[in-house]
Protein backbone atom coordinates (compact mmCIF):
# COMPACT_ATOMS: atom_id res chain seq x y z
CA UNK A 1 0.00 0.00 0.00
CA UNK A 2 1.38 3.33 -0.77
CA UNK A 3 -0.85 5.30 2.13
CA UNK A 4 -1.28 8.70 1.52
CA UNK A 5 0.54 10.22 -1.68
CA UNK A 6 0.69 14.07 -2.58
CA UNK A 7 1.81 15.49 -5.83
CA UNK A 8 4.12 17.10 -6.29
CA UNK A 9 6.26 17.70 -4.07
CA UNK A 10 7.53 21.09 -4.56
CA UNK A 11 6.22 24.17 -6.60
CA UNK A 12 6.90 27.95 -7.55
CA UNK A 13 4.37 29.93 -8.32
CA UNK A 14 4.04 33.63 -9.36
CA UNK A 15 0.94 35.70 -7.57
CA UNK A 16 -2.25 35.17 -9.30
CA UNK A 17 -1.66 32.15 -10.71
CA UNK A 18 -3.45 28.84 -9.86
CA UNK A 19 -3.18 25.23 -8.95
CA UNK A 20 -3.88 22.02 -8.03
CA UNK A 21 -2.80 20.28 -5.21
CA UNK A 22 -3.35 16.26 -5.72
CA UNK A 23 -3.77 14.18 -2.70
CA UNK A 24 -4.76 10.39 -3.24
CA UNK A 25 -5.02 7.43 -0.37
CA UNK A 26 -5.30 3.61 -1.29
CA UNK A 27 -6.77 2.84 1.93
CA UNK A 28 -10.74 3.49 1.80
CA UNK A 29 -10.61 5.79 4.12
CA UNK A 30 -13.79 8.10 4.52
CA UNK A 31 -12.20 10.54 6.19
CA UNK A 32 -9.85 13.58 4.45
CA UNK A 33 -8.31 16.65 4.87
CA UNK A 34 -5.70 18.92 4.33
CA UNK A 35 -3.76 21.49 6.45
CA UNK A 36 -0.77 23.74 6.29
CA UNK A 37 2.07 23.80 8.20
CA UNK A 38 3.40 27.62 8.55
CA UNK A 39 6.70 27.73 11.22
CA UNK A 40 5.59 27.81 14.86
CA UNK A 41 1.77 27.30 13.32
CA UNK A 42 2.02 23.66 14.02
CA UNK A 43 -1.22 22.23 11.77
CA UNK A 44 -3.98 24.19 10.83
CA UNK A 45 -6.65 22.87 9.12
CA UNK A 46 -8.13 24.27 5.90
CA UNK A 47 -10.48 21.72 4.18
CA UNK A 48 -12.18 18.67 5.41
CA UNK A 49 -14.39 15.70 3.47
CA UNK A 50 -16.59 13.32 5.21
CA UNK A 51 -16.91 10.74 1.84
CA UNK A 52 -17.49 11.43 -1.94
CA UNK A 53 -19.74 14.39 -2.42
CA UNK A 54 -19.13 15.79 1.19
CA UNK A 55 -16.77 18.54 1.55
CA UNK A 56 -16.42 21.30 4.49
CA UNK A 57 -14.55 24.22 5.60
CA UNK A 58 -11.76 24.15 8.37
CA UNK A 59 -10.06 26.83 10.47
CA UNK A 60 -8.23 28.47 7.31
CA UNK A 61 -10.02 27.89 4.15
CA UNK A 62 -10.11 31.51 1.98
CA UNK A 63 -8.33 31.38 -0.66
CA UNK A 64 -8.52 27.68 -0.99
CA UNK A 65 -11.44 25.18 -2.99
CA UNK A 66 -11.95 21.32 -2.43
CA UNK A 67 -14.16 18.54 -3.78
CA UNK A 68 -14.09 15.06 -3.78
CA UNK A 69 -15.77 12.73 -6.43
CA UNK A 70 -14.01 9.66 -5.34
CA UNK A 71 -13.05 8.41 -2.54
CA UNK A 72 -9.92 8.11 -3.52
CA UNK A 73 -8.60 11.76 -4.49
CA UNK A 74 -9.15 15.07 -2.79
CA UNK A 75 -7.46 18.14 -4.80
CA UNK A 76 -6.49 21.04 -3.18
CA UNK A 77 -7.10 24.00 -5.35
CA UNK A 78 -5.89 27.85 -4.90
CA UNK A 79 -7.81 29.94 -7.28
CA UNK A 80 -5.38 33.04 -7.42
CA UNK A 81 -2.37 32.32 -5.36
CA UNK A 82 -0.81 34.91 -3.28
CA UNK A 83 2.40 35.35 -0.97
CA UNK A 84 0.55 34.31 2.21
CA UNK A 85 -0.34 30.71 0.83
CA UNK A 86 3.46 29.87 0.69
CA UNK A 87 3.23 27.18 3.07
CA UNK A 88 3.79 23.50 3.04
CA UNK A 89 0.78 21.61 2.56
CA UNK A 90 -0.58 18.43 4.24
CA UNK A 91 -2.96 15.78 3.22
CA UNK A 92 -4.18 13.44 5.44
CA UNK A 93 -6.87 10.07 5.59
CA UNK A 94 -8.66 8.35 8.42
CA UNK A 95 -11.31 5.96 8.50
CA UNK A 96 -14.73 6.64 10.10
CA UNK A 97 -14.15 3.94 13.23
CA UNK A 98 -10.40 4.44 13.23
CA UNK A 99 -8.46 7.25 15.12
CA UNK A 100 -4.97 7.38 13.38
CA UNK A 101 -4.55 9.99 10.82
CA UNK A 102 -2.24 8.95 8.03
CA UNK A 103 -0.65 12.07 6.11
CA UNK A 104 1.37 12.32 2.81
CA UNK A 105 4.83 13.26 2.61
CA UNK A 106 3.55 17.41 1.60
CA UNK A 107 3.89 19.77 -0.57
CA UNK A 108 6.14 22.52 -0.37
CA UNK A 109 4.35 25.72 -1.90
CA UNK A 110 6.35 28.96 -2.73
CA UNK A 111 4.41 31.55 -3.95
CA UNK A 112 6.72 34.71 -5.40
CA UNK B 1 -8.35 31.01 20.38
CA UNK B 2 -6.32 28.66 20.32
CA UNK B 3 -7.61 25.44 21.64
CA UNK B 4 -4.47 23.46 22.27
CA UNK B 5 -1.47 24.95 23.68
CA UNK B 6 2.06 23.11 23.49
CA UNK B 7 5.11 23.88 25.28
CA UNK B 8 8.01 24.66 25.67
CA UNK B 9 8.63 25.77 21.50
CA UNK B 10 12.29 23.84 21.64
CA UNK B 11 13.72 21.68 23.78
CA UNK B 12 17.51 20.34 24.23
CA UNK B 13 18.12 17.28 25.91
CA UNK B 14 21.74 15.37 26.41
CA UNK B 15 21.46 11.48 25.25
CA UNK B 16 20.04 9.31 27.67
CA UNK B 17 17.71 11.83 29.34
CA UNK B 18 14.27 12.72 29.57
CA UNK B 19 12.58 15.00 27.19
CA UNK B 20 9.25 16.15 28.92
CA UNK B 21 6.49 17.79 26.32
CA UNK B 22 3.40 19.47 28.08
CA UNK B 23 -0.03 20.43 26.24
CA UNK B 24 -3.11 21.87 28.12
CA UNK B 25 -6.51 21.78 26.16
CA UNK B 26 -9.74 24.13 26.64
CA UNK B 27 -12.27 22.25 25.43
CA UNK B 28 -13.96 19.36 27.44
CA UNK B 29 -15.32 17.97 24.68
CA UNK B 30 -12.25 16.04 23.48
CA UNK B 31 -12.30 12.55 24.19
CA UNK B 32 -8.90 11.56 21.85
CA UNK B 33 -5.07 13.05 22.52
CA UNK B 34 -2.62 11.90 20.08
CA UNK B 35 1.12 12.86 19.91
CA UNK B 36 2.69 13.25 16.19
CA UNK B 37 5.84 12.94 15.46
CA UNK B 38 7.81 14.50 12.62
CA UNK B 39 10.80 14.15 10.93
CA UNK B 40 12.05 16.71 8.39
CA UNK B 41 10.38 16.95 4.42
CA UNK B 42 8.10 14.36 6.08
CA UNK B 43 4.33 14.49 7.14
CA UNK B 44 3.80 14.01 10.83
CA UNK B 45 2.75 9.73 12.07
CA UNK B 46 1.14 9.40 14.88
CA UNK B 47 3.38 8.21 17.60
CA UNK B 48 1.32 7.21 20.68
CA UNK B 49 -2.47 8.34 21.91
CA UNK B 50 -4.44 8.16 24.64
CA UNK B 51 -8.44 8.55 25.67
CA UNK B 52 -9.23 10.13 29.26
CA UNK B 53 -10.24 7.13 31.03
CA UNK B 54 -6.42 6.81 31.88
CA UNK B 55 -4.07 8.78 33.41
CA UNK B 56 -1.29 7.08 31.71
CA UNK B 57 -0.30 5.39 28.64
CA UNK B 58 3.05 3.76 27.97
CA UNK B 59 4.86 2.36 24.60
CA UNK B 60 8.49 1.64 24.95
CA UNK B 61 10.13 4.71 25.72
CA UNK B 62 7.35 7.00 25.34
CA UNK B 63 4.76 7.69 27.69
CA UNK B 64 1.79 10.19 27.75
CA UNK B 65 0.87 11.19 31.11
CA UNK B 66 -3.05 12.71 31.22
CA UNK B 67 -4.69 15.01 34.08
CA UNK B 68 -8.46 15.02 32.82
CA UNK B 69 -8.98 17.68 36.10
CA UNK B 70 -6.53 19.74 35.00
CA UNK B 71 -7.24 19.41 31.06
CA UNK B 72 -3.27 18.56 30.79
CA UNK B 73 -1.08 16.10 28.78
CA UNK B 74 2.48 15.31 28.53
CA UNK B 75 4.57 13.47 26.53
CA UNK B 76 7.48 12.13 28.38
CA UNK B 77 10.36 10.34 26.28
CA UNK B 78 12.97 8.11 28.56
CA UNK B 79 16.67 7.51 27.89
CA UNK B 80 16.61 9.95 24.85
CA UNK B 81 18.11 9.33 21.79
CA UNK B 82 20.13 11.31 19.00
CA UNK B 83 17.10 9.66 16.24
CA UNK B 84 14.53 10.83 18.40
CA UNK B 85 15.40 14.23 17.27
CA UNK B 86 12.30 15.74 15.26
CA UNK B 87 9.21 18.50 15.78
CA UNK B 88 6.77 16.64 17.85
CA UNK B 89 3.03 17.68 17.90
CA UNK B 90 0.36 17.00 20.27
CA UNK B 91 -3.34 16.95 19.05
CA UNK B 92 -6.75 16.79 20.21
CA UNK B 93 -10.13 15.96 18.74
CA UNK B 94 -13.99 15.51 20.10
CA UNK B 95 -15.31 12.04 20.21
CA UNK B 96 -15.86 10.65 16.00
CA UNK B 97 -18.92 10.14 15.37
CA UNK B 98 -19.85 9.33 12.07
CA UNK B 99 -17.33 11.86 10.72
CA UNK B 100 -18.14 15.42 10.76
CA UNK B 101 -16.34 18.23 12.22
CA UNK B 102 -15.96 16.47 15.49
CA UNK B 103 -13.45 14.17 13.51
CA UNK B 104 -10.74 16.92 12.64
CA UNK B 105 -7.51 16.67 14.98
CA UNK B 106 -6.80 20.32 16.46
CA UNK B 107 -2.95 20.51 16.42
CA UNK B 108 -0.44 22.32 18.95
CA UNK B 109 2.00 24.43 17.46
CA UNK B 110 4.50 21.89 18.05
CA UNK B 111 7.81 21.18 19.93
CA UNK B 112 11.21 20.83 18.31
CA UNK B 113 13.40 18.19 20.11
CA UNK B 114 16.98 17.88 19.72
CA UNK B 115 18.81 15.40 21.45
CA UNK B 116 22.80 15.94 21.85
CA UNK B 117 25.07 12.77 21.49
Known amino acids: NAGVTQTPKFQVLKTGQSMTLQCAQD?????MSWYRQDPGMGLRLIHY???????DQGEVPNGYNVSRSTTEDFPLRLLSAAPSQTSVYFCASRGFFNTEAFFGQGTRLTVV | QQQVKQSPQSLIVQKGGISIINCAYENTAFDYFPWYQQFPGKGPALLIA?????SEKKEGRFTISFNKSAKQFSLHIMDSQPGDSATYFC????????????????FGKGTKLSVKP
Open chain 2, 50 to 54: IRPDV
Open chain 2, 91 to 106: AASKRTNYGGSQGNLI
Open chain 1, 27 to 31: MNHEY
Open chain 1, 49 to 55: SVGAGIT
